[in-house]
């Protein structure tokens, strides 16, 4: 079996946490940027886990990205803006047949949802969910994640390779 888990994250604590779940899951999984994750790099996937940062109370859309770029506010720990957005990713999904899971980075009182857009793309693709989605807390807007969430996403993604393999 195999397992990729995408990720795009704009200053490091989504792909930390994307690390970790594949870990988590064991030797068949690989954490891929959304440039890593080619249609090659799928191809055979029977699990696809996604993650985005939560921003704007939503999965990031390319002038929400383009904004950071642009607000000097960032200038300092500017965004990792080369890798596609998750959005445009799972835009470009081919059709394929699997499970899927979603997750997400975001700070404790933030309102709305990523996983819930990506959640649906990935079963719009045809990955359907293997387990409730996850989310995973940062201190702040550029970090660092919350004490204990590494070994969290270990454990999350622990539990996805269980319920995995016994299906």
């Known amino acids: 079996m195999k397992a990729i888990v995408v990720y795009e994250s704009l200053w490091g604590n989504t792909a930390a946490i994307a ?10 999984a690989s954490a891929l940027s959304t440039s890593q ?17 939560l921003l704007g109370f939503r999965l990031p859309t390319e002038s929400m990205r383009n904004s950071i770029g642009r607000d000097p ?13 998750l959005r445009s990713w ?17 700070f404790k009182w933030s309102p709305g949802s990523a996983t819930g857009a990506i959640g649906k793309s990935l ?15 940062v201190k702040g807007t550029y970090g660092p994640l919350a004490d204990a969430e590494v070994e969290r996403a270990k454990a999350w993604g622990a539990e996805l390779a269980r319920l995995w393999k016994a299906e």
């Open 19 to 28: 690390r970790a779940i594949a870990e988590g899951i064991g030797a068949e």
């Open 37 to 53: 994750a080619s249609v090659e790099a799928l191809a055979g996937a029977d699990l696809i886990v996604a993650g985005a940062p």
């Open 73 to 85: 506010k960032h200038a300092q720990r500017p965004a990792d803006l080369s890798q596609p957005s």
């Open 90 to 106: 799972l835009a470009a999904l081919p059709k394929g047949s699997g499970r899927s899971a979603a997750f997400e980075t975001r």
């Open 123 to 137: 079963m719009r693709a045809g990955y359907q969910p293997i387990a409730k989605d996850e989310r995973f807390l």
